[in-house]
């Protein structure tokens, strides 16, 4: 191999900051190479940017386009005409051109960013209302498959039990290519099994549908809560969140409802058919009406049209720095929510009387016939008004919430300059604690008493739902910050995996124990879980120094 002749000291510097300066190159990459002591991998640095740095010494200063490329030594937008601020991108990392960049989520109006919340909570209510639905022809499908009710109910306990794994794979797809690419294809696929369940001619094909219908319905469910964080701060999201919850509470409340009143002239493979209709319009609405709001995904996009329009290729988001290996996968969606759910008390206690709560509403599907049909002897139309009991009082409780994230959180935020403890959001999840027992007490032994005892502990019920569950969603993300995506992917394999037990259980446990003692063992269960937000209110800070992954 022929030697190389090596320049002079001060003129080989010369041309080593001519060279770092034409192709971004660090000049400590041009120095070893030129000196000859270059590793493989700054020789591979090198070839690289080799043939930019020859044609950008070659260009034609005559060539417009060149001239749009570099200006007094700035790179310059060829769209705009203007120069652009590559010199605040350090380590040409591309980042938003400041905190009013319109193209930053969190910059938008608010008039987009309802649209939005609409747009993504009727998208999650066409999940949730596919669960729920399905209850309503219970009777009808366990008569026409000749099977008996405990059985017929697994076409809503797998639905829900694929919600626990749903997360695992769209979760990390919507922090990777973004909300939209993480939801909206697996959108279509819940639809096509939606129409493959009313199409069903056995009952093993309505299982099989149901369960894949869930498994893909959850992609939403998973990564909607991070899409409203793309676009609000922590101070104002309370009330976004809790505007989200309407929707995605509306459709288990009135699913059954509305299958029970398509099931008075129709047969029950229309509320499927009902589904499919709705789930395809919000689809179809989100698909040309939402835009991307994950902002790592914003941004890589803006680096990659930069390295178009300027030729600076070492321009690249932080995302595109990131491992996306699939041990990595492993660690971060599935081996790390369960070492989390194991070892932290509060994830654990908290995830806990989550999916009790969540499960509890699932429950319902089967309480209330029992409790008002075969009791009372209502119609099922007249026993699925129930529901809007439940829905009133999910409002009621999300006007609660808006109300102490505006007069008591808010201004706490800002007195300590955000510094606030996470303990300060648990209020309303005792408030809740209280109200769930009472609720279940009161729906119980109130079927000895006038109709509407059952139907005021329903909407109780309703409330302390949602004071709890979200809540303990807001205390989560709080408390585990940096590890938050973990924490919520623990909470929603736990409350799958209850939903799925209570409504196995339901049907045995009512009719065994009887309306009045089912509900006060449930009753039970709620005081012994409501000393959670008491001794987390007290003690939780003691307990989050000596986490390894609390912030």
Known sequence: MASRTKLPRPAS?????RISSCCELPHEVVDNHIDGNHSPHEHEHWHRFHSLAEAREDRDPDDDDSQNTLAEGRPVDAEKGKPMPF?????????????????????????????????????????TLASSIFSAGFREIATEFDISMEVVVLGIALFVLAFAFGPVFFSPLGETYGRRMSFLPAYAVFIAFT?????????????????FGGLFASAPVSSVGGALADIYKPKERGTAVVFYSFAVCGGPTIGPLIGSAALTQLSWRWTMWISLIFSSTVWGLNLFFLPET?????????????????????????????????????????????????????????????AFSYGILYLLFEAFPIALQDNRGWSPVVSSLAFIAVLVGI??????????SKAVYAPAVDRTKGQVAPELRLPPMILGGILFPVGFFGFGWGSYTHWS??????????????????????????????YAASALAANTFMRSIFACGLVLAAQPMFHNLGVPWANSLLGFIAIILAVVPLLFYAYGHRLRERSAFSC
Request: hydrophobic share 45%; charged share 20%; with cysteine.
């Open 395 to 404: 409002v009621i409780a999300g006007c609660i919430n808006i109300w102490y």
């Open 87 to 127: 010199s605040d991108y350090k380590d040409n990392i591309v980042t938003w051109d400041g905190d009013d960049d319109p193209e930053n989520p969190m910059t938008w109006s608010d008039t987009k960013k309802l649209r939005i919340v609409i747009l993504l909570g009727f998208l999650t209510m066409g999940a």
């Open 294 to 354: 994950f902002a790592p995904a914003l941004l890589t996009q803006k680096a990659r049209k930069l390295r178009l329009r300027t030729k600076k290729y070492a321009l690249h988001s932080l995302q595109e720095t990131q491992d996306l290996s699939f041990g990595t996968f492993l660690k971060k969606n599935v081996k790390r929510p369960l070492h989390m759910l194991t070892t932290e008390p509060i994830l654990l206690c908290v995830c806990t009387y989550n």
């Open 453 to 482: 005892v059952q139907i005021i502990s329903a909407a109780l019920i309703g409330c302390a739902f949602l004071l709890i569950f979200q809540t303990g969603i807001n205390y989560l993300i709080d408390c585990y910050t940096q």
């Open 195 to 211: 129409a493959g369940t009313g199409a069903s001619q056995n009952f093993a094909a309505i299982v099989i549908t149901r369960f």
């Open 13 to 17: 510097r010369q041309l080593s900051r």
